[in-house]
C-alpha cells in the first residue's frame, strides 16, 4: 500500500497521518472548513476541503470522500472511529473502487451492527450473554419477557452505540412508554427503529478486550481495558489492566473472547465489550468494528502500533505473536467542556500547549489559535500515561493535566483530576456510576 486516504478529523487522524508517515505510506487527509486550521493538514501528504462544517456535507459524505480518494490515486481509506466506520455500505463501496478498506471486511459492519443479531452470534458460539429479547415488535411480549426475567429491564436500540436512546424501567407501568421513547431516539439517531429488551445490571463493570483478526481462523487479544469510568454513557478514563478484578479471570476471558473471534473467522481490529455484574456475572455487551479512541492504552502497555496492524492485516498480513504485557496504563479524556455542567464549550484556543512529560503521550487534533466549534464531538485531546505501577500512571497524569494549558475555552480537567484522586478510584473501586457520585461530593 502506498497511498491511504484517512476518511475522519481530530486526533484519529493525526494519528493515522503519523502511523503512515512511520511506514513511509502517503498520507491523504479530508477536512470541512471547520477544520481549516488542524495541525495535521500540514502533516499529512495532501489534504483536500470538505466545503461546509455539518457532518452530512463533509465527513458522512460518501460520495464526495471517494471521489477525492479517486483524484488522489489512494489505494486505501482509513476510517478512524465515529462518522463512517462502522458503515457497511461506505466499507462495501470502498472496496467496489478497487480500494482497500482499512478496517474488517463489510459483512462484519453489518452483523455486528446489529445488536439483536449481535447477541445471538455471539451466545450461539458460547459466549455469555445477560438475558435478553429479540427485536421488540409486540408490547405484550415485551410485557410478558420483562415479567419473566424480572424488573428492572433496559430498553436498547438494535442499531447505534454510545448509550443513546437507553431507557431503563423499573416496572410494567411504564414499559411501553419506555419502549416508545427509545424508538424515537433510534429512529432519529440510527435511522431504524429497532429496540430489544435486557436485563438491567445495575453499577456494572465495563471490561472490553482488543481482538486481532486475519479473516483465515487466527485471532488474539491483547489483553482487557478497564472503561467504567463513564458519563452519560460516555468513556472518561481508561485504563489496563484492570483493577480490583480477579486477573485469571479476565485472562479466562479475554481468552474466551479470541477463541470465539477465530470460531467466527473475524478479521481485522475489533473491540469485544462486556460488562461485569457486581456477583461475577459476565455479559456481552457489543463488538466494535473498529479502532477504538483507547486504543493508545493497548499500545502502551504491549508496544504494538494497532494503526500499523490494522494496514497490515487489511493487506492480508499475519497476525503478530502474542505480546507479553508491561506496566500500567491509562487514559483520560480532555473535552472542552464546563466540568460542572459538561455542556460544550466552544471558542478560539488562544494558548494551547499540551505537556511533554516522560511516561505521557498526548493525542490531539487542535492547535494554538484554533477555533473548537459546536459542529463535531468537544474531544480536545487525549493523554496516555505509562509506568511501572497503577500510583505512577494517575500521578502522570495529573502532572499533565495540571501541566495542560488551555485558554479560550473551559475544559472537564477539574473533573478528571477530581476523580483520579478520588478514594474509591484509587483503590480501583470502579463501575459505571463513579463519575455521579464523584461530582455529588461536596
Not at 273 to 291: P, V, W
Not at 334 to 358: C, I, M, N, W
Amino acid at each position: 500500500m502506498h497511498k491511504i486516504l484517512i476518511a475522519n478529523r481530530g486526533a484519529i487522524a493525526r494519528r493515522v497521518v503519523r502511523a503512515c508517515t512511520n511506514a513511509g505510506i502517503a498520507s491523504v487527509v479530508v477536512y470541512s472548513d471547520a477544520d481549516a486550521d488542524a495541525p495535521y493538514l500540514s502533516e499529512a501528504t495532501e489534504a483536500y476541503v470538505l466545503p461546509g462544517t455539518a457532518s452530512a456535507d463533509t465527513y458522512l459524505n460518501q460520495t464526495a470522500i471517494l471521489n477525492i480518494a479517486q483524484q488522489a490515486g489512494v489505494d486505501g481509506v482509513h476510517p478512524g472511529y465515529g462518522f463512517l466506520a462502522e458503515n457497511a455500505d461506505f466499507a462495501q463501496a470502498v472496496i467496489d473502487v478497487g480500494m482497500t478498506f482499512i478496517g474488517p471486511q463489510p459483512q462484519w459492519l453489518r452483523r455486528m451492527g446489529d445488536k439483536v443479531a449481535a447477541r445471538a452470534l455471539l451466545s450461539e458460539h458460547g459466549f455469555p450473554v445477560f438475558a435478553g429479547s429479540g427485536l421488540i415488535e409486540d408490547p405484550a411480549l415485551a410485557r410478558s419477557f420483562a415479567d419473566d426475567i424480572g424488573y428492572p429491564v433496559i430498553v436498547k436500540p438494535s442499531g447505534g452505540g454510545g448509550g443513546m436512546g437507553m431507557v431503563v424501567v423499573e416496572d410494567a407501568a411504564h414499559l411501553e412508554d419506555a419502549i416508545k421513547r427509545a424508538q424515537a431516539v433510534a429512529k432519529q439517531a440510527f435511522a431504524t427503529t429497532g429496540v430489544y429488551l435486557e436485563r438491567f445490571v445495575a453499577r456494572p463493570r465495563h471490561i472490553e478486550y482488543q481482538i486481532l483478526g486475519d479473516g483465515r481462523g487466527g485471532a488474539i487479544h491483547l489483553y482487557e481495558r478497564e472503561c467504567s469510568v463513564q458519563r452519560r454513557n460516555q468513556k472518561l478514563i481508561e485504563e489496563s489492566p484492570a483493577p480490583g478484578l480477579d486477573p485469571l479471570l479476565i485472562q479466562q476471558r479475554a481468552d474466551m473472547a479470541a477463541a470465539v473471534c477465530a470460531d467466527l473467522g473475524y478479521d481485522n481490529v475489533g473491540t469485544l465489550e462486556t460488562l461485569f455484574a457486581s456477583n461475577g456475572d459476565m455479559g456481552f455487551l457489543e463488538m466494535n468494528t473498529r479502532i477504538q479512541v483507547e486504543h493508545g492504552v493497548t499500545e502502551a502497555i504491549t508496544g504494538c502500533d494497532l494503526i500499523q496492524l490494522q494496514i497490515e492485516l487489511a493487506q492480508g498480513g499475519e497476525l503478530p505473536a502474542q505480546p507479553a504485557r508491561h506496566g500500567f496504563a491509562m487514559e483520560v479524556r480532555l473535552y472542552a467542556e464546563d466540568p460542572e455542567t459538561l455542556l460544550p464549550s466552544t471558542g478560539r484556543l488562544s494558548v494551547f500547549r499540551p505537556p511533554q512529560l516522560h511516561g505521557v503521550r498526548v493525542e490531539s487534533g487542535y492547535q494554538e489559535g484554533q477555533q473548537v466549534t459546536p459542529h463535531y464531538d468537544a474531544m480536545l485531546a487525549k493523554l496516555i500515561a505509562h509506568a511501572e505501577t497503577r500510583e505512577l500512571a494517575i500521578g502522570r497524569l495529573l502532572v499533565a493535566l495540571r501541566a495542560f494549558e488551555v485558554v479560550g475555552v473551559k475544559t472537564n480537567a477539574p473533573l478528571l483530576m477530581k476523580i483520579l484522586q478520588n478514594a474509591a478510584f484509587l483503590e480501583g473501586d470502579v463501575d459505571t456510576g463513579i463519575v455521579d457520585r464523584v461530582m455529588g461530593e461536596g
